[in-house]
């Protein structure tokens, strides 16, 4: 065993010993104690808080971020009560602290992982200086219904980049090294299958069968898993008949046995009372059994635990190895923390420059998360030298809250730069910029001021629309049944369009809304998500063409809200649609007999395709694809190979593209999907310049959960496509044969 891994194995030996030296010495009700997770956040420390603490029935509280505050919690916890065990303090430190970076969505866009990790090391430096410890995050919920507000807070559609990128998040956040005073511990959440909730209504049941679950829906929780994340989550909603809260299979036999799983689990906000209301159980007491024979091992606001475990024990209801077992997870992650050395805060122990380092990538995720959607007759990038006026109008142009988008608890509004102010800053001196708001809020339906919209654009060389979604509009519980531009926002794009001069929208919103409203109406669109503080510079630099844009949609865009859900790597059916096998609601034939439209899988009014398609996006370059070939045609099982393909740089500018690599297997014991991402690399390439793109994969990366719910490879034909989009046409072909 190599000296590291030596290393490695003592310090958790070491760490396991001081567990169980600490354990020993526990009552039960300070046993329990470890298991609630109390809500401070008041700036102020409430007598009955400051009594439990002392009482040692408080193992962490949440929502302080007062530095002062939180050391005094801890001091209390550590000099003032018998054991003096240090609190983990947590927060839903999502994407960004007090510097905002692009919502979740955004940042999946970029599809970098690096920067990602760096977003997150950012964020936990500045949330650590308030003495935080604990985030509620990374949010690695696969997501396919935009209807669902949380998709904001996702990393996407695909269970390969959402393990990637979440996999990036948690590691920028934890650090090299958990002890470190700037790391934070992780939370992957929320486990599991919560990103398929019915009809995209947040907390609704999530109907997943066991093979979907394993196969989609729990491939990020493996990968944060396997990465060592330091603790978990689970979902309000009841996954396949029983709350996540108290799914035994979920949380004890596939997390904790079957995966190893040696952090803890923590429920979401009151869910493990929640129980009772979905209907699983009668009351607290029998919520605080289910809950804790799950395997979830702390309380997250709710007194379920502290008021019924003591009667369970004694009533012989529970076994008190199950309070042992949650509480030495709890003390492990303690004791991983450095907390028992280390338990306070030093605020001014911070590097001072962090706060321009947060700001230098704020402003780098966000250029990479802006997805280039459409660029009719090359509209952008707009030249300042020969642009005289521009009309920049729109409700989100000047909201320096709005661009920050959901879940920024702590986000210093004070630090956006909006898009208005950085096209000021950028080209004012050279181009007459013109702004009018038109609409007091997005979901506006006064349209009093748009015969001046109209007419600003008619007087102006172009137009730039900032339009979309307010932050409220997305996040946790805020879904929309129609994902429309809300308002009178189409209207107004319509005004502006009369003008006749060319016009670019730039929407910000928390999810992929339905444009096929305006898309042909606009010359180009820009899709920046809720990009952050950093959003304006960043949109600013894309516009006028400093940077070119580099992001992928991380999730498809359907043409319209029924065809939901929708995604790429959907499963072929047994009557797949074509082209030629469609007919549009519009083009029936009023004698068209019942079988004469094509009986395929596709809607007679919407199609079969996305409006932009997962892995979408534009860049002011252009890029050409040749010559996919594999390493070889027959790959023995259990063997390593490699797929690459020639990318040249067919434009005038230098700019990165985000190659992807897709597979199918086209036969197996469980249908495969059409295609499912496998790799991905940004590639930056001078005008002219060409490279040969080589992934190296393990047939292991083909495996797939099979009736069984056993991983397996299985012989037979695969497909791979490189691309820049999962519509890559460029494809080769290889078998896996049985290893010889
Ligand atoms: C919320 C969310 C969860 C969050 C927690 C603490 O209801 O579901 O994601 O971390 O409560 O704020």
Redesign the pocket.
């Known amino acids: 065993m190599s000296s590291i891994l030596v290393e490695k194995a003592r310090g958790t030996e070491h760490v396991d010993q001081r567990v169980d030296a600490l354990l020993s010495r526990m009552s039960l009700e300070e046993k329990i104690g470890q298991m609630s997770l109390v809500n401070a956040g008041d700036s102020y420390i409430h007598d009955d808080l400051a009594q439990a603490l002392r009482a040692g029935r408080v193992g962490g509280v949440?929502n302080e971020v007062d530095a002062r505050i939180v050391n005094e919690l801890q001091r209390i916890a550590v000099e003032e009560s018998r054991l003096g065990i240090p609190l983990v303090i947590g927060r839903?430190v999502i994407h960004g602290f007090r510097t905002v970076m692009p919502i979740p969505l955004g940042q999946a866009a970029t599809w970098n992982p690096d920067l990602v990790q760096q977003a997150a090391r950012a964020a936990a430096r500045e949330a650590a200086a308030c003495g935080v410890n604990w985030t509620?995050a990374p949010?690695i919920d696969v997501c396919r219904d935009p209807r669902w507000g949380r998709i904001a807070e996702s990393l996407g559609e695909d269970p390969c980049l959402a393990s990637i990128l979440g996999v990036a998040m948690l590691q920028g956040f934890q650090g090299p090294n958990l002890g470190r005073p700037d790391a934070v511990a992780a939370c992957a959440?929320?486990f599991a299958g919560y990103g398929a909730v019915e009809g995209g209504r947040d907390y609704a049941a999530a109907n997943v069968p066991e093979n979907e679950l394993r196969n989609v829906h729990l491939r990020p929780f493996k990968a944060a898993v396997d990465a060592g994340v330091a603790t978990l989550?689970t979902s309000?909603s009841e996954v396949d008949g029983v709350p996540a809260t108290a799914n035994e299979r979920l949380v004890r036999r596939i997390l904790k046995d079957e995966w190893g799983f040696g952090g803890f689990v923590v429920s979401?906000?009151d869910s493990v009372r929640q129980l009772g209301i979905h209907g699983l159980t009668a009351d607290d007491r029998e919520s605080a059994r289910e809950a804790v024979t799950a395997g979830v091992d702390m309380e997250?606001h709710g007194d379920a635990y502290a008021a019924h475990l003591p009667s369970l024990l004694r009533a012989g209801e529970l076994d008190e190895s199950l309070i042992d077992s949650a509480v030495r997870r709890i003390l492990h992650v303690k004791f991983r923390l450095g907390l028992f050395e280390n338990p306070y805060t030093k605020p001014d122990a911070f590097p001072p420059g962090a706060r321009e380092e947060s700001l230098a990538i704020a402003r780098e995720a966000a250029l990479q998360s802006i997805v280039l959607l459409r660029n009719e007759h090359r509209v952008l990038p707009l030249s300042r030298e020969k642009l005289g006026s521009l009309a920049v109008i729109g409700p989100l142009a000047d909201a320096p809250d709005e661009q920050l988008g959901t879940w920024v608890f702590d986000g210093d509004p004070g630090l956006s730069v909006t898009p208005l102010q950085a096209i000021h800053a950028l080209v004012g001196e050279h181009v007459e910029v013109r702004y009018l708001r038109a609409m007091e809020t997005c979901r506006s339906r006064d349209t009093r001021a748009f015969d001046e919209a109209a007419a600003l654009a008619g007087r102006s060389d172009a137009t730039v629309l900032f339009l979309g979604e307010e932050a409220i509009l997305s996040g946790?519980a805020h879904c929309r049944a129609d994902i429309s531009l809300p308002g009178a926002q189409a209207e107004l794009v319509a005004r502006v369009r009369q003008a006749g001069k060319p016009v670019i929208a730039v929407i910000l919103a928390g999810r992929p809304l339905t444009l096929a409203n305006i898309a042909d109406q606009v010359d180009a669109i820009l899709y920046a998500w809720h990009p952050g503080t950093m959003g304006g510079p960043a949109i600013a630099d894309l516009l006028f063409g400093i940077e070119s844009p580099s992001g992928k949609l991380p999730v498809s865009f359907p043409r319209m809200v029924g065809q939901v859900p929708i995604y790429y790597s959907h499963k072929n059916t047994g009557k797949p649609p074509g082209p030629d096998s469609v007919v549009h609601i519009d083009d029936i034939d009023p004698k068209a007999r019942q079988l004469s439209l094509g009986m395929t899988s596709f809607h007679l009014d919407a199609g079969y395709t996305p409006l932009f398609a997962f892995g979408h996006g534009l860049s002011y370059a252009s890029f050409e694809y040749s010559s996919i070939r594999v390493s070889s045609g027959e790959i023995p099982r259990g063997q390593s190979f490699h797929v690459c393909a020639d990318l040249r740089n067919t434009g005038e500018v230098r700019a990165e593209e985000v190659v992807q690599l897709y597979v199918r297997d086209l036969v197996g014991s469980v249908t495969r999907p059409v295609r499912e991402l496998k790799a991905f690399r940004r590639v930056s390439l001078d005008p002219g310049e060409q490279v040969t793109v080589e992934f190296r994969l393990h047939t292991d990366d083909l495996a797939f959960y099979g009736r069984d719910m056993r991983l397996v490879v299985e012989p037979g034909e695969f497909h791979a496509w490189i691309g820049g989009s999962s519509e890559a046409g460029l494809r080769a072909a290889f078998r896996v044969v049985p290893p010889a």
């Open positions: 949440l839903d509620f949010m959440k929320h989550m309000f979401d906000w997250m946790e």
